[in-house]
């Protein structure tokens, strides 16, 4: 028993757990990071109760997604570094936190000539949409960035539909702010033994790099769309232009300017706006 200095403050006497990179039990990792920041309290708990050595880790040798996952790791990396020429280093490499030393990360890899942190990751097609991929794995990035002092990472993804993914992330200093304090809070459950709660945390959305060129051939809406941009986009220039010409006619003491259709109204603060207006001539009967 020892006493752990947190942030400066002297702290009572907790078990201290030496690191051994092969025993999961010994520190937070990236895998970690998503239960800690995450809304399942039973998962938070069966997590607590392994790092503790009062649980067996889970079994994933009969979960068919997370085999598949194993399976195409090698896959995916040599298909980002075919698509993208970077090269990726350091795989399966175990990296230790300076000074927080509960804190560890199991690479994938990292990309040699940014020094972005990779992970590869294998998900189902039905369900997938980017913003969804880069939230569900953001707090495993985040904290691997944190471990390794990275400033971006990017998640290369295979889904089951055939499709290969590249999201690019950068680093989010409240966002890791508010992860660092969820684990130093779990980490303290499991070494003084009292039940961790969720801790309620909701991250800012992720931020994603657009670096992608997507083909909208296939989308009935975008054709219908983007045949009504075309069909109007002169109609609108025009309608702009005479927009700002008539502003120009509005005398400047006037509140309200009326004719031929349209009423110019200007406001206290002196924009002016149009609407359409029935002139008498329009209501007055045919003979």
């Keep these: 028993m020892s006493a752990v200095q947190t ?46 050595g009062e649980a067996d880790p889970p079994d994933f040798s009969t979960n068919l997604v997370v085999q598949l996952g194993t399976v195409t790791e090698e896959l995916n990396r040599s298909w980002y570094q075919r698509s ?23 690479l994938d890899g990292i990309v040699e000539q940014t020094g ?41 993804i295979i889904t089951g539909g055939g499709k290969w993914v590249e999201l690019k992330l950068h680093a989010d200093p409240l966002y ?19 039940p961790p709660h969720l801790f309620g945390i909701e991250p800012p959305r992720p931020r994603l790099e657009a670096v992608r060129v997507v083909d909208m051939t296939s989308s009935n809406l975008w054709a219908e769309l983007a045949a009504t941009y075309l069909q109007t986009r002169l109609a609108h220039q025009d309608h702009e232009t005479a927009k700002a010409e008539l502003k120009k006619l509005v ?4 509140k309200q300017a009326v004719g031929h259709g349209i009423r110019a109204k200007r406001t206290k603060a002196g ?8 002139t008498e001539s329009a209501n007055a009967p045919v003979e």
């Design 7 to 52: 942030d400066g403050a002297e702290t009572p006497k907790l078990q201290v757990f030496k690191f051994n990179p092969n025993d999961r039990r010994h520190f937070i990792g990236g895998s970690d990071a998503r239960i800690i920041m995450g809304n399942d309290d039973a998962d938070l708990l069966r997590l607590w109760r392994e790092k503790r």
């Design 84 to 106: 993208t020429g970077q090269t990726v280093k350091d795989v399966q490499r175990r990296v230790r936190h300076p000074v927080h030393k509960w804190m560890a990360a199991t």
């Design 116 to 156: 972005a942190v990779f992970e590869a990751k294998f998900m189902l097609p039905w369900a997938f949409t980017e913003e969804a991929a880069a939230e569900k794995h953001m707090a495993q990035l985040q904290h691997n960035m944190w471990v390794m002092a990275a400033r971006s990472a990017v998640l290369s």
């Design 176 to 194: 890791q702010h508010l992860l660092l304090t969820a684990e130093k809070k779990f980490w303290r459950c499991v070494q003084t033994g009292e």
């Design 251 to 254: 005398p400047e003491d006037a």
């Design 271 to 278: 924009a002016i706006s149009f609407d359409p207006v029935q």
